[in-house]
């Protein structure tokens, strides 16, 4: 049997420096510091490193890359950890590395499937966009699901780019970057070694799917908002995490928000909104902060959006829910919103026997349980959809409250947990994309901050700054939820997860080809 000869590869350690200078890149394109334009070349560096190699080096390099990568996004998690957790610095680092390397078994998975398909004859050009994008699938959804810095997400300020996420969900947005790594790194090798084919068809569809892709944008970016105004008001009433959920501070908490709902509302009709566990007590069971609630409302006229924990008793079990009480101008409650999805080891800790050492961040109240279904909520204009803390960066939530009439999504988060690091705007990110994804706008309060207001095509039309109080005030145009992905939802994520398989199921036919013998570069 005659040995596959590979193009010479970089030195051992050279690949891995390589792939270590993939992942800071790719740090650095999301925020902070969020320098969008890196993304588009970031991978180049690890397809580099990559050549030459077998599947299983391939694997190890781009796993060390996925490491660099995410221990780098999620540095932040430490605090949540040690500060809020009450866990050892040394547990903490375990655990958040743990994570991180749990995260960078799939750019490992896909790069090394990549050398694989090489050896079949299909081509990175091919191969590596469509991986690139079923993994980011696979892990949105694997293990209750992780969808942070999904690679799309970089380009959150692009607005004429990420119009097509009406179309595609951010997935398209990903698989644009994935293909442009993939044609840069293919030119950068001609450059380097004439006797290289030049990637003409790569450039060409990529320039091709850039001028559709823009055009779409620019086209959707001027077309009018015809929806109906609604005027909003975020409260930020930066309530310190230590103190949130202490019984003594719950006086000075409404006051709080009182005082900041009495000085921004102008006007009747307001859609005033509140964060997440605005009211850190059961809004249920303690009558007089209800009463001074609903009353608010009814002074101001105006609907009332809040946070707060509800119970549901069925039969001897009681269950803890994360929820939005919207209370109309009249001072009823129009109706709950629960949390569908839920924060591990934030709201309940899975596998509580395997994880005796942790707590639930969110103290003084029994492990939540997750909504049952997505209900959006009735007020006088329109209905609107609760997006309760991360649950924003769910596409497949965000779309099941649109699905289902919400002209409207709001979202309200307590971001506190995250100090003042780049988290903050990392999550504010993701929800440009729940807006354009849907056609609708979307108004976010949180405790801390950054609370914001984002129009239907992606505009950032105010944001407040971190660990302050504030208030912002703006008017949005309801939108009517009718795009592409409100009425199919992924369909272009599931038909990469089609050709991942079949990839997958073309590397692993028999082959003449030893199982650790390095892989052809491939040609495209």
């Known amino acids: 049997m005659n040995k596959v000869t590979a193009p010479p590869g970089e030195p051992v350690t050279l690949r891995y420096l390589l792939a270590a200078l993939s992942g800071a890149l790719l740090a650095l394109s999301f925020p902070r510091p969020g320098l969008s334009i890196v993304a588009w070349f970031a991978l180049l560096p690890l397809l580099q490193a990559v050549i030459g190699a ?6 190890k390099v781009a796993f060390t890359g996925g490491v660099v990568a995410y221990a780098a996004i999620l540095y932040w998690l430490n605090i949540v950890l040690i500060s809020y957790g009450k866990l050892h610095w040394t ?12 995260l960078a078994l799939y750019p490992a998975v896909v790069v090394s499937l990549v050398r694989r398909a090489e050896m079949r004859g299909i081509s990175s050009l091919c191969s590596f966009p469509v991986l690139w994008v079923a993994g980011e699938l696979v892990r949105s959804y694997l293990l209750t699901g992780f969808p942070w810095a999904n690679l799309g997400y970089t380009q959150y300020r692009t607005l004429p780019l990420i119009q097509i996420s009406d179309l595609t969900g951010v997935y398209g947005v990903s698989f644009l970057i994935a293909f442009a790594n993939v044609v840069f790194h293919k030119g950068w090798v001609w450059f380097r070694d004439k006797d290289a084919r ?17 055009g779409y944008g620019f086209s959707a970016l001027n077309r009018p908002d015809s929806g109906k ?19 003594a501070y719950q006086e000075a908490t409404v006051r709080t928000y009182e005082r900041l709902t009495r000085q921004g509302c102008q006007s009747p009709d307001t859609l005033v909104v509140w964060p997440e566990s605005a009211l850190p007590f059961y809004l249920q069971g303690e009558p007089r902060y209800a009463a001074r609630v609903t009353s608010l409302a009814t002074e101001l006229k105006s609907c009332l959006v809040t946070g707060s924990p509800a119970l549901e ?3 001897a079990l009681t269950r803890y829910l994360n929820s939005a009480f919207l209370i109309s101008p009249t001072g009823g409650v129009l109706g709950r919103s629960d ?9 309940y800790v899975p596998l509580a026997a395997l994880f005796p050492f942790v707590n639930k961040l969110v103290a003084g109240i029994g492990d939540f349980s997750p909504g049952k279904e997505a209900v959006p909520l009735p007020m006088p204009g329109g209905r609107i959809g609760v997006l309760i803390c991360f649950e924003a960066i769910f596409p497949e939530v965000a779309r099941s409250y649109v699905e289902r009439g919400g002209g409207l999504l709001v979202n309200i988060t307590n971001d506190a947990w995250f100090g003042n690091s780049s988290a903050p705007y990392q999550h504010l990110s993701m929800t440009v994309f729940r807006a354009v994804e849907n056609r609708v706008p979307l108004v976010r309060a949180a405790n801390t901050g950054i609370s914001a207001v984002i129009d239907s ?13 504030a208030t912002l005030a703006a008017e949005v145009r309801r939108g009517e939820g009718g795009s592409f992905y ?10 990469c997860l089609g050709g991942a398989l079949a990839i997958v199921i073309a590397c692993f036919m028999k082959s003449a080809l030893p199982s650790d013998a390095p892989l052809p570069e491939g040609e495209g």
Do not use: C
Not at 341 to 347: I, S
């Open 339 to 347: 949390k569908l999805h839920l924060v591990p080891f934030g709201e």
């Open 54 to 59: 077998s599947a299983r080096t391939a694997f």
């Open 198 to 214: 030049y990637p003409l068809a790569g450039v060409l569809i990529l320039l091709a799917l850039l001028v559709l892709s823009l």
């Open 313 to 315: 008793r069925e039969g």
């Open 486 to 495: 409100t009425r199919h939802g992924d369909l272009f994520a599931l038909a």
């Open 91 to 102: 547990v903490s680092a375990s655990l958040y590395l743990v994570l991180a390397a749990y």
């Open 457 to 469: 095509k992606g505009h950032v039309r105010g944001m407040t700054p971190l660990f302050a109080e």
């Open 229 to 247: 105004l609604q005027r909003v008001l975020l409260v930020q009433g930066n309530i310190a995490q230590d103190v949130k959920w202490n019984p």
